[in-house]
Structure formats: C-alpha cells, structure tokens
C-alpha cells in the first residue's frame, strides 16, 4: 500500500528553524510536493521535488532524497503567521498529478 | 487574477437529503479536481477533470456522489443521498496543463450531515 508519514505537531519560537519530515512508502514516485493550510483556509502550493537536493523560495526550502525516500520542509526566520498545517503530497503515477497526501503537521509557532 | 471560488462554504443537511456543491477554477485552468478531507485524517482525492471530461475518478467513493462540469468551466458535486460519512471538506483546486503539479486550491466547502 501507500503511505506518508509527517509528525502530527511541530511547536517552535519565533525567529527560530524548523524542519517538517516526510517520509513516504508508494508504488511509484514521481516528485513530493508541500502545501500550507491555516485554519479554516484553502490549502496553498509552496513548492515541488522531482529531483534530488534542496530547493530554496525565500524562508521555505524543501528536500528531497528519492534513495531514502524521505524530504522535508524547511521554515527559516519563523513568524507567528507560519502557523499552520502543513501537507506533504506525493506524485506516484506517472502522467497524472494527482498527489496522494500525508495527514498533515500542525505547526504551532511562540512569541 | 481571480482564485478558485466554492460554493456555499458551509452546508448543514440531514441524512437522506441532496446537496450540490459549486466550484468555479481559475480562469485557462483545464484541469480540475474534487478532494475531501475528514476530520483528522489526510485530504483524499476524488476525481479529476480536463476541460469537460472525467479523467480519472477512482477516488469517487460510490455512486451516490455525482460531479459535472459544465463546458470545460465550474463544476458541480451532487450527493445524493447524504449519509452520516458524507461529512467533511470539500476542496477545488485547479491547475494549468503546462504546470500540472501546481495546484490552486479553493477555500473548501464544509459539509455537515446529521
């Protein structure tokens, strides 16, 4: 079968790093992707992994190790609006993008 | 440029009765898709749409849950009857073809069955 596993919650301060693992069991794999939701909002694109290595948008960076079959999120710099859930989704069907998600990590960031 | 749009946001129905959801994509979006997430538990998908046609609707979980979309635009989710499991969030998201893995999604409706 398929799988994703991500931690249920993440606590951090402001200011702080933090990083939100993934790791996934799937028939086939095609690249991992990550979203955010706040509470009560639509979850929202941040960024996708088909090869190997890290990719950096601004704060947000994320990894990927199809060896290990393992990435992470990574949060720099973190501010109280980072506060949310956040989902890995995995691509395992070759021509078609529909992912397969993880239950979600609920980051909670402290003043 | 205007976001993926769900109607109503909310919906609170008693067992046994209809309710259809609305989902207008971004404009040039061929592709569409319905996912739900219960409470809890990870967002599963439903079914996909390119301009008008069902791609690939294997997550649709019986045939009481119907999906059309009008002329490659917004689409429709019927269920019909409404059962206590129906309940949950319901999600749009749309994407371009050139940039298939970039999806938008829309706020989501919460449906409740009692």
């Known amino acids: 079968g398929q799988s994703l596993e991500q931690p249920s919650e993440v606590t951090a301060v402001e200011g702080a790093i933090v990083q939100i693992n993934c790791t996934y069991q799937?028939?086939?794999?095609?690249?991992l992707s990550w979203y955010q939701q706040h509470d009560g909002g639509a979850p929202t694109f941040l960024s996708y992994?088909?090869?190997?290595g890290l990719e950096e948008t601004g704060r947000f960076s994320s990894f990927l190790s199809r060896s290990d079959s393992y990435g992470y999120l990574l949060l720099q710099e973190l501010q109280m609006k980072d506060s949310a859930s956040y989902f890995c989704a995995v691509r395992d069907q070759r021509g078609s993008y529909i992912p397969t998600f993880g239950r979600g990590t609920s980051l909670i960031v402290h003043p | 440029e205007a976001g993926v749009t769900q109607f109503p946001s909310h919906s609170v129905i008693e067992k046994g009765q209809t309710v259809t959801l609305r989902c207008d994509p971004i404009?040039?979006?061929?592709?569409l898709y319905w996912y739900r997430r219960v409470m809890g538990k990870e967002i599963k998908f439903l079914l996909h749409?390119?301009?008008?046609?069902?791609?690939?609707e294997s997550g649709m979980p019986n045939n009481r849950f119907l999906a059309e979309r009008t002329g490659g635009t917004y689409s429709t989710l019927k269920v019909q009857p409404a059962e206590l499991e129906d309940s949950g969030v319901y999600f749009c998201?749309?994407?371009?073809?050139?940039?298939?893995?970039?999806?938008?999604f829309g706020p989501g409706t919460r449906l409740t069955v009692t």
């Open positions: 992994n088909a090869l190997d």
């Open positions: 404009s040039g979006h061929d592709n």
């Open positions: 998201a749309s994407s371009h073809g050139t940039v298939a893995y970039e999806q938008y």
């Open positions: 799937t028939s086939g794999f095609y690249g």
């Open positions: 749409f390119v301009k008008e046609s069902k791609q690939d």
